[in-house]
């Protein structure tokens, strides 16, 4: 299921063909290994165009002079509220893939 999830937000970011999208479908690819999370991608109403939409929307509000910008975290916090991911999930998948196993040291 999480395959599907991957493509399916790869074929939208790639319609898109903006950076601004495939960030978005980084985050979500990283997102994406369980299937709980993947069942949340692949909802029907859930399309990355309206959330690349609405973070365009909101670069735009706070824009100053030809400078439209919105820090990182506050793009993915937008992402994941959207497709209703749990910030506790998403913490600990970001913290597990922050950090090197000792073991791989050795």
């Given at each position: 299921?999480?395959?599907?999830?991957?493509?399916?937000?790869?074929?939208?970011?790639?319609e898109?063909?903006?950076p601004?999208?495939?960030?978005i479908?980084?985050h979500?690819?990283?997102m994406?290994t369980?299937n709980?999370v993947?069942?949340?991608i692949?909802?029907?109403?859930k399309?990355?165009?309206?959330?690349?939409?609405?973070?365009w929307?909101?670069a735009?509000?706070g824009?100053k002079?030809n400078c439209?910008y919105?820090?990182p975290e506050?793009v993915y916090?937008?992402v994941?509220?959207y497709?209703g991911?749990?910030?506790?999930?998403?913490?600990?998948?970001?913290?597990?893939?922050?950090?090197a196993?000792?073991l791989?040291?050795?």
């Open positions: 299921m999480t395959d599907k999830a991957i493509e399916k937000i790869t074929r939208e970011a790639m898109i063909n903006d601004v999208a495939f960030g479908e980084e979500l690819t990283g994406c369980t709980t993947a069942m949340k692949l909802e029907d109403d399309k990355l165009k309206e959330i690349y939409d609405k973070v929307s909101e735009r509000r824009r002079g439209a919105i820090p506050e916090a937008m994941d509220e497709y991911l749990n910030n506790k999930v998403t913490n600990r998948q970001r913290s597990s893939a922050d950090r196993n000792i791989d040291l050795i």
